[in-house]
């Protein structure tokens, strides 16, 4: 991992960071951590998520055919194929959405996206709002156990079907350990450079 300080931007705008990297890999937990580690250190925070309107109609399926389903359970598989006809149908959608929920946020807070999957279009758009790309790594054996964990009602392939690896990062993060102290880590470090307020 390269220095922070050689890795991290140096406007002076509100830091927007935004986690790549496939599911397990533990980027909603690394924003979770970094959304604390930023709140305690006197930041603004919020996070704002690519993915919610696909959760939101997921639910909304489920309810449809009545189908009972956990709140915190994902069908991967139904969101992918969610995003696929909303992407044919408008290829821009969800991205101007984010936008929209993006242009609410006060100045001088740390933005955290963590559901980035689209290289071609999305991840163009954050970019260009001047989102610092993180990709989370971990180790597959210990990507697929914390798969097993969550329990979700479909797992889908992300490097097959969204290319993460054509999203160009910042900065890689090994999230291969277990427990939380190396996350806490390097959410301290990644906020003693970010340039914020």
Request: aromatic content about 6%; overall charge neutral.
């Amino acid at each position: 991992m390269l220095p922070l300080e050689d890795r991290l931007p140096q406007a002076s705008v509100p830091s927007r960071i935004c986690l790549v990297g496939e599911t397990g890999s533990g980027k909603s937990t690394t924003a979770e951590l970094l959304r604390q580690c930023a709140a305690r250190a006197g930041y603004p925070t919020r996070t704002i998520q690519l993915a919610e309107p696909l959760r939101r109609l997921q639910n909304l399926v489920y309810r449809t055919i009545g189908q009972p389903k956990p709140p915190e359970q994902q069908d991967q598989q139904l969101m992918y194929d969610l995003a696929g006809n909303i992407r044919r149908i408008r290829p821009t959608a969800l991205v101007e959405l984010f936008e929209a929920e993006l242009a609410t946020v006060s100045p001088g807070t740390v933005v955290i996206n963590a559901d980035l999957r689209d290289h071609a279009v999305d991840a163009v758009r954050l970019r260009a709002l001047g989102f610092y790309f993180i990709r989370v790594r971990c180790e597959p054996a210990v990507r697929r156990a914390r798969l097993g964990l969550r329990d979700d009602l479909s797992v889908i392939d992300d490097e097959r079907l969204f290319q993460l690896s054509a999203i160009n990062c910042d900065l890689e993060f090994d999230n291969s350990r277990p427990g939380l102290d190396h996350i806490r880590q390097f959410c301290l470090e990644l906020l003693d450079g970010v340039p914020c307020c």
